[in-house]
């Protein structure tokens, strides 16, 4: 399979990373992070290679010091309808990525989720707490982290959460477009997250291989918390728009998939492996605003 490889001027050995995934949203900004390292980096799609095949993973990981898995399921709704579909991909892959990963010698950087928890805690998930998915979604994602743990001896599952990015759909942009086309938008208030950039997520992924960190389970999202209403009104006040943002509950926006109405997640493994956490999100929605809403 013929590979792009991106590099940028580098002094002395780099590492050679392989992004699974690397066409989605996340993907895009953990190639771009790893480019600006110095490092070498090979970024694959699904169309170039299926992570439900295990053969084809474990030939894709050789040669590679680094194998970040940005590949998910991610249509949180259907999968509760295409469960099996969806642990093909967030399951089955994940450990064919893992595994490959493994012969290959090459450390496993697997990104998860705040749905493999059940949302009903009132402070923040430790990275030690014990997986409670109330979704098919999180059931899945959970059953990746396992395999993971399990193929991989050297790995880092990093979970995220309320990712918004420049490359894909996201609340902040729905939520800019709604307030172009609307006088009013109401949004939910009793879900409370952590709005988390993908340009930081992929930062974080990079300095957390930079600095060795101790395989283990790590919290990849802004400090401090925010429910989606609070969110709205920051991305409403940075489009520009005029909208009233009107808070409501879940029971008026029922979905297939149960949300988690607390997706705090805590960040004392990245303290303690000497990683910074992400910076408050408020403060990073500021910065992030202009290029997320194409206003930069």
Same mark, same amino acid.
């Given at each position: 399979?013929?590979?792009?490889?991106?590099?940028?001027?580098?002094?002395?050995?780099?590492?050679?990373?392989?992004?699974?995934?690397?066409?989605?949203?996340?993907?895009?900004?953990?190639?771009? %992070?790893? =480019? *600006?390292? /110095?490092?070498? $980096? &090979?970024?694959?799609?699904?169309?170039?290679?299926? !992570?439900? +095949?295990?053969?084809?993973? %474990?030939? =894709? *990981?050789? /040669?590679?010091? $680094? &194998?970040?898995?940005?590949?998910?399921?991610?249509? !949180?709704? +259907?999968?509760?309808?295409?469960?099996? =579909? *969806?642990?093909?991909?967030?399951?089955?892959?994940?450990?064919?990525?893992?595994?490959?990963?493994?012969?290959?010698?090459?450390?496993?950087?697997?990104?998860?989720?705040?749905?493999?928890?059940?949302?009903?805690?009132?402070?923040?998930?430790?990275?030690?707490?014990?997986?409670?998915?109330?979704?098919?979604?999180?059931?899945?994602?959970?059953?990746?982290?396992?395999?993971?743990?399990?193929?991989?001896?050297?790995?880092?599952?990093?979970?995220?959460?309320?990712?918004?990015?420049?490359?894909?759909?996201?609340?902040?942009?729905?939520?800019?477009?709604?307030?172009?086309?609307?006088?009013?938008?109401?949004?939910?208030?009793?879900?409370?997250?952590?709005?988390?950039?993908?340009?930081?997520?992929?930062?974080?992924?990079?300095?957390?291989?930079?600095?060795?960190?101790?395989?283990?389970?790590?919290?990849?999202?802004?400090?401090?918390?925010?429910?989606?209403?609070?969110?709205?009104?920051?991305?409403?006040?940075?489009?520009?728009?005029?909208?009233?943002v009107v808070p409501t509950t879940s029971e008026?926006?029922?979905?297939?998939?149960?949300?988690?109405?607390?997706?705090?997640?805590?960040?004392?493994?990245?303290?303690?492996?000497?990683?910074?956490?992400?910076?408050?999100?408020?403060?990073?929605?500021?910065?992030?605003?202009?290029?997320?809403?194409?206003?930069?």
């Amino acid at each position: 399979m013929d590979h792009g490889t991106t590099r940028t001027g580098s002094t002395g050995p780099s590492r050679r990373w392989l992004v699974v995934g690397a066409g989605g949203m996340l993907g895009q900004d953990v190639v771009a %992070a790893v =480019a *600006a390292s /110095g490092d070498e $980096v &090979v970024p694959v799609d699904r169309r170039s290679l299926d !992570v439900t +095949d295990p053969s084809a993973t %474990a030939a =894709a *990981a050789r /040669g590679f010091d $680094v &194998v970040v898995n940005c590949a998910a399921w991610t249509a !949180v709704d +259907d999968a509760e309808s295409q469960e099996p =579909a *969806a642990f093909a991909v967030n399951g089955t892959g994940a450990a064919n990525v893992a595994r490959g990963a493994a012969r290959a010698g090459a450390r496993v950087v697997h990104v998860s989720t705040d749905y493999v928890f059940d949302g009903r805690a009132s402070t923040p998930y430790a990275e030690d707490a014990a997986p409670a998915p109330r979704s098919a979604y999180g059931r899945t994602k959970a059953a990746g982290e396992w395999a993971v743990r399990a193929e991989a001896p050297d790995h880092l599952v990093v979970r995220t959460a309320w990712l918004y990015g420049a490359h894909g759909a996201c609340f902040p942009k729905t939520m800019a477009r709604l307030a172009g086309e609307r006088d009013e938008l109401t949004v939910v208030d009793d879900q409370v997250g952590q709005p988390t950039w993908t340009v930081d997520l992929a930062d974080l992924v990079v300095r957390l291989v930079a600095a060795g960190a101790p395989s283990g389970t790590y919290h990849g999202t802004s400090s401090g918390s925010a429910s989606w209403y609070e969110f709205a009104r920051h991305v409403v006040a940075s489009a520009g728009g005029s909208a009233r943002v009107v808070p409501t509950t879940s029971e008026g926006f029922v979905r297939p998939a149960p949300r988690p109405a607390y997706s705090v997640l805590g960040h004392d493994a990245l303290r303690a492996a000497g990683v910074e956490p992400i910076g408050a999100w408020e403060e990073r929605w500021a910065l992030a605003a202009p290029t997320v809403l194409g206003r930069g």
